[in-house]
Antibody
Framework: EVQLVESGGGLVKPGGSLRLSCAASGFTFSSYSMNWVRQAPGKGLEWVSSISSSSSYIYYADSVKGRFTISRDNAKNSLYLQMNSLRAEDTAVYYC?????????????WGQGTLVTVSS | AIRMTQSPSSLSASTGDRVTITCRASQGISSYLAWYQQKPGKAPKLLIYAASTLQSGVPSRFSGSGSGTDFTLTISCLQSEDFATYYCQQYYSYPQTFGQGTKVEIK
C-alpha cells in the first residue's frame, strides 16, 4: 500500500524558513516523480513543485520560484521542500503526492498534508 | 500558464441525480486531464486521468470525456458519499494547473 507521510509544518514568521519532509513507503520510491501541492484555507488546490525520479527534472510554480527548493533522497525514500522567505500567502496545507504511474501521469497518491502557517 | 475553468462553481443535487461538471482549458491539452474528489479535511482523491481512464477502485458511476480544450466529468447516479468538491487538473505542461473547483451539495 502506498503511504506518504508529511511532516515539518508549523507556525513561522514572515521571512522565515521551514523544511517539509515526506516519508514514502509501499512502493519503489526511486522510480516515481513526486510533487508538492498546497491548499490555502478555504481555497482551491495549487501545484507547487515537481521532481523527477532521479532529480534530473525539477519544476516550480512562479509563486514560489527562487524561494522554495524541492529535493529527494532515494536512499531514504524521502521527499523534501525547503521553503525560504516565507510570506503570509504561503499559508496552506502542503500535500506530498506521487505520480499515478510512470511517464506523463498526474499526482495519484497523496499524503494527509501538513499545515504551514506564516504569521507574526 | 494554462488556465483551467470549471463550471458550475457549485451545484445542488439529490441522491440518484445525474451530475455533469465541465472543465475548459485555455489552450489545447490533448487528453492530459485529471479529475479529483476532495472531502472536507481530507486529501484529494484521483478519480480519472487521461481524460477518461478510471483510477483503480473508483466506482463506475464516475466517467470522464473530452480532449483538446473541453472536458466533462459525469456522475451517473449521485450517491450520498459523492457530495464533495471536484477539481480538474491539466498535466500537459508545467506549471500544472487546477480548476477552481465545483462543490456538489445536497439539495
Amino acid at each position: 500500500e502506498v503511504q506518504l507521510v508529511e511532516s515539518g509544518g508549523g507556525l513561522v514568521k514572515p521571512g522565515g524558513s521551514l523544511r517539509l519532509s515526506c516519508a514514502a513507503s509501499g512502493f519503489t520510491f526511486s522510480s516515481y516523480s513526486m510533487n508538492w501541492v498546497r491548499q490555502a484555507p478555504g481555497k482551491g488546490l495549487e501545484w507547487v513543485s515537481s521532481i523527477s525520479s532521479s532529480s534530473s527534472y525539477i519544476y516550480y510554480a512562479d509563486s514560489v520560484k527562487g524561494r522554495f527548493t524541492i529535493s529527494r533522497d532515494n536512499a531514504k525514500n524521502s521527499l523534501y521542500l525547503q521553503m525560504n522567505s516565507l510570506r503570509a500567502e504561503d499559508t496552506a496545507v502542503y500535500y506530498c503526492a506521487r505520480d499515478q504511474d510512470y511517464g506523463d501521469t498526474p499526482p495519484g497518491y497523496w499524503g494527509q498534508g501538513t499545515l504551514v502557517t506564516v504569521s507574526s | 500558464a494554462i488556465r483551467m475553468t470549471q463550471s458550475p462553481s457549485s451545484l445542488s443535487a439529490s441522491t440518484g441525480d445525474r451530475v455533469t461538471i465541465t472543465c475548459r482549458a485555455s489552450q489545447g491539452i490533448s487528453s492530459y486531464l485529471a479529475w479529483y474528489q476532495q472531502k472536507p479535511g481530507k486529501a484529494p482523491k484521483l478519480l480519472i486521468y487521461a481524460a477518461s481512464t478510471l483510477q483503480s477502485g473508483v466506482p463506475s458511476r464516475f466517467s470522464g470525456s473530452g480532449s483538446g480544450t473541453d472536458f466533462t466529468l459525469t456522475i451517473s447516479c449521485l450517491q450520498s458519499e459523492d457530495f464533495a468538491t471536484y477539481y480538474c487538473q491539466q498535466y500537459y505542461s508545467y506549471p500544472q494547473t487546477f480548476g477552481q473547483g465545483t462543490k456538489v451539495e445536497i439539495k
